[in-house]
C-alpha cells in the first residue's frame, strides 16, 4: 500500500514538473519573439534617411518606427539639378557629364498641394539610416532652416 500511494506521489511531481517546464518555454519563446530589438535604428537626436521600394528617399526625423505607419517631421527630399544646356564637348566622357550631376534638398510643403505631415506605410520602407550631423544632407537641413 504504501509503494501506491509512493507512485501516485511521483506522477504528480512529474506532471509539475512537465507543466513548469513547458511554461518556462512558452515565456522564453513570447519573450525571443515578442521583445522589442535592443539597439533600436531610429536615434532620436539625429536626422534619418528612409529608403522606400519605389526608389525615393526622405530625410527627417522619424518616430513611431514600430507603428504599421511611421511618422515623418522636418521632411525633405532630393531632387538633381539639371543645366539647361549641356556644355559637352564632342568626345568628352560621360563620367565627366556625371561629375556635373548636383543635387539640391527641398523641403517637403512647397508642392502645390502643400503637404504639412507624412505617414510612410511600413511595408514601403526598405531602411532606415540615423545621418551623421556633419553630413552634407544634415549640414543642408541645418543651414535651410
Known amino acids: 500500500m504504501a509503494e501506491e500511494n509512493k507512485g501516485g506521489n511521483d506522477g504528480g511531481v512529474k506532471w509539475i514538473l512537465i507543466i ?3 511554461v518556462i518555454i512558452a515565456v522564453v519563446g513570447y519573450w ?7 539597439g533600436a535604428v531610429v536615434d532620436a537626436s539625429k536626422y534619418q534617411a528612409v529608403f522606400l521600394t519605389n ?5 527627417g526625423k522619424v518616430s513611431g518606427e514600430k507603428n504599421a505607419y511611421v511618422s515623418l517631421d522636418e521632411v525633405y527630399y532630393m531632387v538633381l539639378k ?6 559637352n564637348k564632342e568626345g568628352e566622357d560621360q563620367n565627366q557629364d556625371q ?3 548636383e543635387y539640391t534638398l527641398i523641403k517637403l510643403g512647397k508642392e502645390m498641394h502643400g503637404p504639412i505631415s507624412m505617414s510612410i506605410s511600413k511595408e514601403q520602407i526598405l531602411f ?3 545621418l551623421a550631423d556633419d553630413s552634407k544632407v ?3 537641413i541645418k543651414n535651410k532652416k
Request: proline share 7%; aromatic share 14%.
Open 138 to 140: 544634415v549640414s543642408t
Open 128 to 130: 532606415i539610416e540615423n
Open 82 to 87: 539639371r543645366p539647361l544646356q549641356s556644355q
Open 55 to 59: 526608389g525615393q528617399t526622405y530625410f
Open 32 to 38: 525571443f519573439f515578442k521583445k522589442p530589438a535592443s
Open 20 to 22: 513548469v517546464i513547458v
Open 99 to 101: 561629375a556635373r550631376l
